[in-house]
């Protein structure tokens, strides 16, 4: 499956051309799910025509958050990501929350993020390479397993990392850190404060010659 804007050039929504002649050719027993809409969806529809017409592609249009967690991640054995930049992406969250295994470029980003991890939580390929995408997909596909195993360990990353309770922990530990570190820092300004003397009371109170002399 893919789920995105069908867009260039961030997206690469057009390498889905060349990622189905590589299915056609290798793996033919497929179905591709795309979720999203974008500029390049008339092209997509063209260069998609027959595979479109035989029901390996179907376009699905821009589906709400509930439809995605109901009717589209649960049909998926693997999400597609081809984008040359991403912050996130939280749609591959979304899918590892599923048992869904990702295949990735290797967008900017990614390497520094260090939750794809080809073999590991993903399978990983150049950006625009959809030979090197489909290879790495079947390789995996031939190993009886292997590619239930990504989807495994990606769905307990996912979960430990960017479910709603992990997120809520993160931002009470930081929220606590930063009082804390606040609460220091207006500590140490009031130990660092010189005491203030008072010298108009000093002024007014009358020395013992004055008292003595009735001033």
């Not at 929504?13 to 033919?28: N, S, T, Y």
């Not at 794809?116 to 939580?121: D, I, K, P």
């Not at 995996?140 to 979960?159: F, H, Y």
Request: hydrophobic share 45%; charged share 20%.
């Amino acid at each position: 499956g893919y789920c995105g804007k069908l867009d260039q050039p961030l997206k690469r929504a057009l390498d889905l051309v060349g990622f189905c002649q590589q299915m056609d050719a290798r793996l033919p027993a497929y179905t591709l799910l795309i979720a999203g809409t974008g500029g390049e969806e008339p092209a997509l529809r063209e260069r998609l025509a027959a595979q479109i017409a035989d029901g390996r592609v179907r376009l699905l249009g821009s589906l709400p958050q509930n439809a995605l967690s109901r009717d589209f991640y649960q049909k998926l054995d693997v999400l597609l990501i081809t984008s040359t930049l991403e912050t996130g992406p939280l749609v591959a969250w979304e899918a590892m929350m599923h048992g869904v295994a990702i295949l990735t470029s290797n967008y900017q980003g990614q390497r520094r993020e260090g939750v794809l991890r080809h073999r590991e939580t993903a399978l990983v390929y150049p950006i625009s390479q959809m030979a090197a995408a489909v290879e790495a997909l079947q390789n995996t596909v031939n190993k009886p397993g292997a590619l239930q195993l990504i989807g495994s360990r990606g769905r307990v990353l996912a979960e430990s990392e960017f479910s709603i309770e992990a997120m809520i922990q993160r931002w009470h530990a930081a929220i606590s850190q930063v009082m804390v570190m606040k609460m220091r820092s207006q500590e140490g300004r009031l130990a660092s404060k010189p005491k203030r003397r008072n010298f108009a009371a000093a002024a007014e109170k009358p020395s013992p010659e004055d008292a003595m002399a009735g001033v």
